[in-house]
């Protein structure tokens, strides 16, 4: 069983240090909600874990087992077995979404993937996120919609099969039914034994894939590690608790954190 490890992860960007001495571990089977505030360091640290070269990482480990993956390129970690669902995936205009999916596969095996057997995964894959087989032959997310664009990340992470998964906001952008589905995915890749690290503002995602284990990020720390009576609590209360019961003041504090809960952030985006 792959377990990720976070010691005392110290990150700046362009000399301002956002992580502050992270440290977790995230293994298979196991799902962990990650909380906090908008700007406290939630998807810097899904960046950081898969390599992104805009983060300088000035101390501090990430250990994938006994591999030390702080200093590999990012697809060193993929095949290593991490994977990252982009919250913002980018547009490729003249990349064909299939070419690029089967040189992500062969991209993580020893053997590359024959045409038929490839084509059969996604097939199947497509079916299981309900989405139509052509999207397979239109270029990568260009004039995709959005809940398109999130469904086709999950179908990358169904077709590379990694022993981590980091999902950066996959809901967003999705409607009911779509988030539905996008959750049972995500329950059947948990049944396999599959890691989860999620971002997520909804409550209803959470509720959805019953994450076994919560952390709470502030001022680029983890300030809280327990069970998912936490999610509850936020969800109800917001952040505010952190101040009064913990003692710490929260750095870039939105006027009306203690009474913006995960699903009032939900029922604003769907709103707006």
């Known amino acids: 069983m792959a377990t990720l490890k976070i010691k005392d992860l110290h990150v700046e960007v362009e000399g301002k240090e956002i ?22 360091g939630k998807s810097t640290l899904l960046n950081v874990i898969m390599g992104h070269p805009r983060y300088k990482i000035t101390s501090g480990s990430i250990y994938l087992d006994d591999l030390d993956i702080t200093e590999m390129t990012t697809d060193e970690r993929a095949k290593a077995g991490l994977f990252l669902a982009l919250q913002n995936p980018a547009e490729v205009p003249g990349v064909i979404n299939s070419d690029f999916l089967r040189a ?18 996604l097939d199947n894959a497509t079916k299981e996120l309900k989405m139509p087989f052509d999207l397979a032959t239109r270029s990568l997310n260009e004039g995709f919609s959005g809940g398109e664009k999130k469904r086709n990340e999950i179908l990358q992470l169904l077709l590379l099969e990694p022993k981590i998964a980091m999902l950066d906001e996959i809901d967003s952008g999705l409607d009911v039914d779509a988030i539905q589905i996008v959750a049972d995915v995500i329950k059947k890749e948990e049944e396999k034994g599959r890691g989860f690290l999620v971002i997520s503002h909804y409550a209803r995602l959470f509720d959805l894939i019953k994450p076994t284990r919560a952390i709470v990020m502030i001022n680029g720390r983890i300030v809280l590690d327990g069970d998912t009576s936490l999610i509850k609590r936020i969800d109800q209360t917001g952040y505010e608790f952190i101040k009064t019961e913990l003692g710490i003041e929260i750095e870039k504090e939105q006027a009306d954190m203690n009474t913006v809960s995960i699903g009032t952030c939900a029922v604003k985006e769907t709103i707006k």
């Open 19 to 40: 992580l502050k001495g992270v440290t977790t571990n995230i293994s298979e089977g196991e799902t962990v909600a990650l909380l906090g505030p908008n700007g406290h």
């Open 104 to 121: 992500a596969v062969n991209a993580t095996r020893d053997e590359k993937i024959s045409t038929y057997k490839f084509y059969k995964m």
